[in-house]
T-cell receptor
Framework: AQSVTQLGSHVSVSEGALVLLRCNYS??????LFWYVQYPNQGLQLLLK??????LVKGINGFEAEFKKSETSFHLTKPSAHMSDAAEYFC??????????????FGQGTELSVKP | DAGVTQSPTHLIKTRGQQVTLRCSPK?????VSWYQQALGQGPQFIFQ???????QRGNFPDRFSGHQFPNYSSELNVNALLLGDSALYLC?????????????FGPGTRLLVL
């Protein structure tokens, strides 16, 4: 069975500081990994995805994540936080390419706060 | 190009009632999945539809059922509502033939069961 653990339900950073949101996964097969962002009262927006190509994945809004198989991690980073980054972030894993029948397993989420 | 749309945006029901939620996928997408997101939790996979058939199902009771129409739009039905069914219901769409494409989510329907 697959699972995702997001370390830290709440993370607070100052504007301009590094953002680091942690995600560890468990999977018996090569995983596909995703990061989504959810703003209040909205749906989920895809930030980036790893599907077994480059291990360093660049996404939208300056975010990137690195797939580390030895550590079973897929942490999300951004060099400089902006006030507009304040939101809920979800890490997700899939055992197959999503539209081949695989389903997304989500973590519990990390709420990011950005202080002025 | 419209993204994934869902209706209604909000809904209030009482215990024991039945509810139908609707989803129109992104243009050209033929696969629709439904997720339940309880307050403060990550989304939980309910089921996925492709070619009008349920292809995969998560750990949800039979009270949750769905349908996909020839135009790829989909409905989620929940019977005999329980207080615990209160949640944000998210629809997601993707295109089968495009490989590892992104999964697009709609804004969700917020259901409150009293």
């Amino acid at each position: 069975a697959q699972s995702v653990t997001q370390l830290g339900s709440h993370v607070s950073v100052s504007e301009g500081a590094l953002v680091l949101l942690r995600c560890n996964y468990s999977s018996s097969v090569p995983p596909y990994l995703f990061w989504y962002v959810q703003y209040p009262n909205q749906g989920l927006q895809l930030l980036l995805k790893y599907t077994s190509a480059a291990t360093l994945v660049k996404g939208i809004n300056g975010f990137e994540a690195e797939f580390k198989k030895s550590e079973t991690s897929f942490h999300l980073t951004k060099p400089s936080a902006h006030m507009s980054d304040a939101a809920e972030y979800f890490c997700a894993v899939s055992d197959r390419i999503y539209n081949q029948g695989g389903k997304l397993i989500f973590g519990q989420g990390t709420e990011l706060s950005v202080k002025p | 190009d419209a993204g994934v749309t869902q209706s209604p945006t909000h809904l209030i029901k009482t215990r024991g009632q039945q509810v139908t939620l609707r989803c129109s996928p992104k243009s050209g997408h033929d696969t629709v999945s439904w997720y339940q997101q309880a307050l403060g939790q990550g989304p939980q996979f309910i089921f996925q539809y492709y070619e009008e058939e349920e292809r995969q199902r998560g750990n949800f009771p039979d009270r949750f059922s769905g349908h996909q129409f020839p135009n790829y739009s989909s409905e989620l039905n929940v019977n005999a509502l329980l207080l615990g069914d209160s949640a944000l219901y998210l629809c997601a769409s993707s295109l089968l033939t495009s490989g590892a494409v992104s999964v697009y989510f709609g804004p969700g329907t917020r259901l409150l069961v009293l």
